[in-house]
Antibody
Framework: EVQLMESGGGLVKPGGSLRLSCAAS????????MNWVRQAPGKGLQWVSTISSVGDYVYYADSVRGRFTISRDNAESSLYLQMNDLRVEDTAVYYC???????????????WGQGTVVIVSS | YVLTQPPSVSVGPGQTATIACGGNNIESRSVHWYQQKSGRAPVLVMYYDSDRPSGIPERFSGSNSGNTATLTISRVEAGDEADYYC????????????FGGGTKLTVL
């Protein structure tokens, strides 16, 4: 069974940092692009970042570029999101999601974790 | 690139729900759809406009033409009540995912 488990969320003050992790199992992690998508309270889904299967391509939303860094460890089947200079508007549930694991669609998000909550507040 | 969805759609049980996703020349893009029930993570219900992942009922179908992509749910059930989001990948301006604002489907 394909599973994604996020961790690392919490309460942080504006300007602070957090590192999110996503542990993957049930599929060949090194073959799949991985993504972070977030959802602010009561709002819709917002794509945050994508990393290619071997980590040679990374993409960021304009709202996080320069502050967030996506990375992966294929040996550990883990995905990360280093978040620096956090802002109140970064408050959200952060989901990790796979691409092209259960469906052959490189730009869709086919399996999602349950999410981890990040609250940025003073 | 901007995707526009109606905030809400309401239908009775057994009826057909149509959820639109508008975008400039969206027919030239591949559209994916997600269902998100209250308090749960999103689930992919349609990809590449009209392909259903394994386990998604045949009642779910999709199309994409002109400036509008559509998710259609036939014989709506109470369990279909959820938020639905369309999504494309934007390669023009900034490589990245783009979601519509979401549509709340209410089953009356």
């Amino acid at each position: 069974e394909v599973q994604l488990m996020e961790s690392g969320g919490g309460l942080v003050k504006p300007g602070g940092s957090l590192r999110l992790s996503c542990a993957a199992s049930g599929f060949t992690f090194r073959d799949s692009a991985m993504n972070w998508v977030r959802q602010a309270p009561g709002k819709g889904l917002q794509w945050v970042s994508t990393i290619s299967s071997v980590g040679d391509y990374v993409y960021y939303a304009d709202s996080v570029r320069g502050r967030f860094t996506i990375s992966r460890d294929n040996a550990e089947s883990s995905l990360y999101l280093q978040m620096n200079d956090l802002r109140v508007e970064d408050t959200a549930v952060y989901y990790c999601a796979t691409s092209s694991v259960v469906v052959n669609a490189i730009d869709a998000f086919d399996i999602w974790g349950q999410g981890t909550v990040v609250i940025v507040s003073s | 690139y901007v995707l526009t969805q109606p905030p809400s759609v309401s239908v009775g049980p057994g009826q057909t729900a149509t959820i639109a996703c508008g975008g400039n020349n969206i027919e030239s893009r591949s559209v994916h759809w997600y269902q998100q029930k209250s308090g749960r993570a999103p689930v992919l219900v349609m990809y590449y406009d009209s392909d259903r992942p394994s386990g998604i009922p045949e009642r779910f179908s999709g199309s994409n033409s002109g400036n509008t992509a559509t998710l259609t749910i036939s014989r709506v059930e109470a369990g279909d009540e959820a938020d639905y989001y369309c999504q494309v990948w934007d390669t023009a301006n900034n490589h990245g995912g783009v979601f519509g604002g979401g549509t709340k489907l209410t089953v009356l």
